[in-house]
């Protein structure tokens, strides 16, 4: 029952995600566009937008993490996925699974600290809060805690990080 409410709260988020990612990318573009316009045809630039895409783009960053997690595209080593007996991989994987998840909490202290930190400061240009900028990654790293919570209560630990098409080649090299 708890794992099929993480599963719901999980592709909720997912879809959020994708959503954002999307309008931030279709975002970012008009608004260098716009930027270059105001600039080189008007002689009246956008003081405002260099600020804002900069921000966007860490949201996109470090949500983009996130839906790293979510789809399993991280950087690993497959090689030792192949070459390793199952019961190795799991061992592994928990690991892996164990380290990642600790460095990721560690992020979203890290980076709430610095939010917390940077409440008062304002931005140059837009005059907004500083921790704008910097909450995105204590946000990006909460939610890839999510993702990997939501693989290793549906897969197991041991299978968390890896793609199960890459844990079902490894199966057949085995065989």
Known sequence: MRARILQR???????AEDVFLWVSHGVIATLIVAAVFFRYFLNNP?????EFIVIT???MLFIGLASGFRERMHLRIDAL?????????SVLGAIATTATAITLV???WF???????????QTPMMRISATWA???????A????????????VDGIGETLWPPDLVASAVEVEE
Do not use: N
Not at 81 to 89: E, F, G, N, V
């Open 9 to 15: 709260v999980d592709d909720a988020v997912a879809r």
């Open 46 to 50: 956008l003081i405002w937008t260099e």
């Open 57 to 59: 783009f860490s949201w």
């Open 81 to 89: 996925l192949i070459l390793l007996p199952t019961s190795a991989r």
């Open 106 to 108: 560690g992020l979203v």
């Open 111 to 121: 980076g709430m600290d610095q939010a917390i930190t940077l409440l008062e400061t």
């Open 134 to 140: 910097v909450v995105s990654l204590p946000i990006g």
């Open 142 to 153: 909460a939610l890839s805690c999510l993702h990997i919570a939501r693989h290793a209560v």
